[in-house]
Each structure stands twice: as C-alpha cells, then as structure tokens.
C-alpha cells in the first residue's frame, strides 16, 4: 500500500521520541518567593508585593508573611557589592542590602554584605530571574537569606510615593503550594481517555482492516486491480519485534543524552518533529469523521497521481492543510500561556495515531518492551542524579529544561496541565504538571494488544477493560507518590506493574495464557487473512455462523469459531471464553 510507506517511516522516527519520556509527572517550578515592600510603618501599612527566585540553601524563608521579619531597606542597586569599597559608609546597619548583580559570585556578595550587618540580600537581575547559587562549602559560611529581584520589580519600588521622614521595609516569606491541585483530575482524565480511546480503536481498526485487506486480495484474485477499496484503505500496522525493541531502547538512551548536552540545539529539532508527526496524528484521527461528510468528494485530476501517489479527494486534502496549519500555530505561539491547549490536542491525536499504527503481536513482545522502559525510566530519574553535577535527574532536566538552557525552550513531548488553583506564587510563574507521551503510550500499547486480543477470542473485552482500570490504578499511585514525595516521578515504576500483572491474572484466570503469551491465533488469523499455511479456510472473526459447516474438522490452530464458539481439545484456546 503506497500510503503506508511514509507513515511506516514517520513511526521509525517518531517511536523513539515518544518513548524518550516515560517521565514522571512533574510540577514545573523553581524556588520561587514573595517580596513584601511596606512604605512607613511595616506593622500597619498594606505590603506591595514581588516576585523574587531564592535558594533556601543559603537560608531558609518562612512560609506565611506573618512569621516573616521587616527589615529596613538599604538601597544600594547602583553598587555591585564585589569588594570592601562598595559597601557603604557605616555598613548596612542590619537592614536589606539591595545591590546590582554581576562581576563577582553570589557568595563574595553575600560574604561582604554579611560582615557589613545586613539580615539579608537582594540582588537586582536586569536578565531573567535565576536562583542564586553557590558551592557547598559557601552555603556553610553564609547565614542571611539571599534572593534576586527584577530590575524592572526595583523601577516600581521607586515609585512608590514614601512619606518624608519614612522609610522602606522589606520582609520574605515563600508560601508553600497544595500537594495536589485540581489539574490533576484533568491529566488523569486526559491520559485515560486516550489510552481507553486508542486502545479500542487499535481493535476495531485491525478487525476491519484484515477484512478490507481480505477482500482487496480477493478482488485482485479474480481479476479485478482492487482499486474500488482504495478510498477507504486503513494504514498498514507496524508490528514491533524484539530486534526493533532493542533498537528503539538504545536510541531512546541516546537521545535522551544528546537533548541533555546539547539541549539548545536539538530542541528545535524535536519542536520541528513534533509539528510534523502531530498534524500527521491528527489528519489520521479525523480522516474517518470527514470521510462521512458528503461534501468535497470530488478527485484531483489524474494529472496528480505521479506526485501524490493516487487521486486524494479534496476534502481530504484541505483537512491536511488544516492540521498542518493547527501545527504550525501552536509552532508560533508554544510559549504563550494558552498554547497548552493545542499542544495537548495535538499530543493526544499524535498517541491515538501511535497506538493504532504500532501493534504489539504478542504478551512476550508487551512484556519486554515495557521490562526494558521500567528499569530505563528508573535508571534516568533516580539513579542519574549520583552522577550529575548538580544532583538532578537527566529525565526530568531534559522534560522541564535544564536550568544553564539560553534557549528557555521546553520539549513538547508531555501533556501539560496548568494549576487550577490560585496560589499567592502564581504572579511568579504559571506552574505546570506535566505526563510524557511515554507515560501514555507505553501502557496504551499493552492496552491495544489487549483489545485485539479480544477481538480475537471475543471475550468481551474482559482483557481491554482490566488492563485498562489497572492504567487508571497505576496513574492514582503516581499521584499520591508525587504528592507524598514532592518531586518528579518515574511513572512507568506504578504502570507497568499493575498494567502487566492485571493482564496475566485475567489470562491465567480463564486459562489462556499460552495463546495470550505467545499471541498465537492472532498472529494466524491477520496474516493468512481467512486461510492457513495449507490453504485450508479459517473462520474470520465477525462472519456468519451459516457461512461455516458445524462439522467441519479443518480448524486450524488458534482460529475462533463465529457465535463464540471454541475449538475443540487440541488447540491452543484452552479454558471458556
């Protein structure tokens, strides 16, 4: 089929990107905190507030303003505070020492500042707020809090309207924000809806298309160029085989190394990748709706054919343009706070696209793909923080971008929900949290082998809605360790387990776990499309009973017989379906 080769080769590149993050969810922020400014009398005057990035190494802040203590503040934001001279004549007479960033370290400042009597530094940051750091033995030897404050926060603090004979005063707390936020409710439902979506989609989509397929060969067996099914042609699945598990686990380490040395290169890359194989997710997932539209049926000339490898009807065409438009937009505007929106619609049509292009062929394949993307998923978010310098995870570095970035780009390979809740930190930042693709596909494939094998058996789905609520179960367990643990979590370390596990207990509870490991009637069925290696028939799933003799003896290994009906003793179906 000529519309399968590009997107077998879109699969090829995409896959190993989308399992690049089986990252945790992650709340994104940084050491945000709230500056109080009181004019005059800090006990009975309103505070005007600030945003200010601290490192509760060099001092920890309280976290209700009430508990907060006032400081006068020592105006010194023309001075740079790297040597004796730029302290102030007297010192700064244990008040706020604000001072320009630059020329020296955080520490030499807050060491001078320090010894001059200030009960805490601000350091004025004409560039973007960042943290201000320092070595592990400078942490030991300072005691007063530090933060960094914007040049443009200082320009409105001096216009503030200060009575004569009054002064300033500052204080800074670092409000602590709720475990769990409403947003949460929506990535769970976000995340299940696709993997439930996708999953019984991959199913219905496969049924029909080995029927489609079956009587395309048929039409060509008797005669016929089969053209009259080419309008309505499914995309060829791409089976995965270990050989190609192995390959996708080593570029998927690879890459992931690559985006963390040189982020601010490839970054662009993916960005580019992701618009490309999302609008293509897209036109995939809506082809089906417009299809049934009885508008644009019209051809483009045969003229064309050469160039786009047939004659796509207009419609069609103008929904490639759509998606590919929608793509480019969210390109353009991924930074604004509302992009979120379309990249969330354009993630999930990508992994709907995924889990009914990509088709596990057995429990064992399943098994090692998400055995080897468990232990990947640990090493990278818990194990990698021993050997970087900065004691961060690679995983969650490359998926929230790591702070040293110039280019400020995040990678667009995880749904993100905004917080819900409003929070006093929420002048400071929009805080996100986020569940990588991986998260979604890597289970939702299990999830979409379990309804093909449904299919299959008919079994009524048994196999699609256990490993489904087991989805839901292992993404509720993340929650709660992200919750408890305050921190990114791995949350392929809660899915695979309960996923797998859910998936075998069914199997061996109805005594199928033989044909479910080895997948071996699905395999006989979809590739011989309705006849055996002898060119005896097969019952296809869906056909009529009347169409059968109940006494035939020609049933091949692993076929179903139509109303339900298994094979007798001998074959690999084994216990009541």
Avoid at 115 to 128: F, N
Avoid at 518 to 538: E, L, P, Q, R, W
């Amino acid at each position: 089929m000529a519309t399968a080769r590009p997107l077998r080769a879109t699969v090829l590149l995409a896959v190993p990107l989308l399992l690049l993050f089986g990252v945790a969810i992650e709340p994104v922020r940084a050491e945000y905190g709230l500056l109080y400014v009181y004019v005059g009398d800090a006990e009975h005057t309103a505070a005007h507030r600030y945003c200010v990035q601290y490192n509760p190494q060099w001092g920890a802040l309280p976290l209700v303003p009430a508990a907060a203590k006032k400081w006068p503040l020592r105006n010194a934001s023309q001075s740079l505070l790297c040597k004796a001279a730029d302290v102030p004549a007297g010192g700064f007479h244990a008040g706020a020492a604000l001072v320009q960033r630059g020329n020296c370290t955080f520490y030499e400042k807050a060491r001078l500042a320090q010894s001059s009597d200030a009960l805490a530094l601000l350091v004025v940051s004409k560039e973007e707020l960042v943290a201000p750091g320092g070595n592990a033995s400078d942490y030991e030897n300072i005691s007063i809090p530090i933060a960094t404050v914007s040049h443009k926060d200082v320009l409105l603090m001096g216009k503030l309207v200060v009575p004569k004979n009054a002064s300033l005063f500052v204080s800074l707390s670092a409000p602590r924000e709720p475990l769990l936020d409403y947003n949460l409710l929506l990535l769970f439902v976000i995340a299940m809806g696709t993997v439930a979506v996708g999953g019984y989609w991959a199913g219905v989509r496969d049924s029909h298309g080995r029927r489609f397929k079956c009587k395309r060969e048929d039409a060509e067996g008797e005669g016929g160029d089969g053209d009259g099914y080419s309008g309505s042609a499914e995309e060829e699945a791409l089976d995965v085989s270990p050989l190609m598990i192995f390959i996708f686990s080593v570029m998927c380490c690879v890459m992931l190394l690559l985006l963390f040395f040189f982020y601010d290169y490839l970054v662009y890359v993916v960005i580019a990748m992701f618009c490309l194989a999302s609008s293509m997710g897209l036109y995939c997932c809506l082809a089906p709706l417009v299809r049934q539209v009885p508008l644009c049926t019209c051809r483009l000339p045969a003229t064309w054919r050469p160039f786009l490898g047939g004659r796509p009807q207009v419609r069609l065409l103008l929904l490639g343009a759509g998606c590919m438009a929608l793509a480019i937009t969210w390109g353009v505007f991924r930074n604004h706070s509302w992009a979120w929106v379309l990249q969330d619609i354009l993630g999930v049509a990508f992994c709907l696209n995924m889990l009914c292009t990509v088709r596990m062929p057995s429990f064992r394949i399943c098994v090692l793909l998400l055995g080897i993307l468990f232990f990947y998923d640990i090493f990278f978010v818990f194990i990698t923080p021993f050997l970087t310098s900065n004691g961060e995870s690679i995983m969650v570095q490359v998926a929230t971008g790591p702070s040293k970035s110039t280019s400020h780009e995040m990678l667009p390979m995880v749904v993100k929900v905004p917080r819900l809740a409003a929070t006093p930190l929420s002048m400071c930042y929009q805080p996100f949290s986020l569940l990588g693709f991986g998260d979604i596909l890597v289970p939702g494939l299990l999830v979409a082998y379990c309804h093909r094998f449904d299919v299959q058996v008919q079994s009524s789905k048994l196999y699609f809605i256990a490993c489904t609520m087991a989805y839901g179960v292992g993404l509720l367990l993340t929650f709660l360790a992200l919750a408890l643990m305050r921190m990114g979590q791995p949350a392929l370390l809660y899915l695979v387990p309960c996923t797998l596990l859910s998936s075998l207990l069914v199997a061996c509870f109805r005594g199928e776990l033989g044909m479910f490991w080895k997948g071996t009637g699905y395999t006989v069925i979809s590739k011989s499309c309705g006849k055996n290696v002898a060119g005896t028939t097969v019952p296809t799933l869906g056909e009529e009973a009347s169409e059968q003799s109940p006494d035939s003896g020609d049933e091949t290994p692993g076929s179903v017989r139509p109303g339900g009906k298994v094979p007798t003793e001998g074959s690999p179906l084994l216990g009541s379906l």
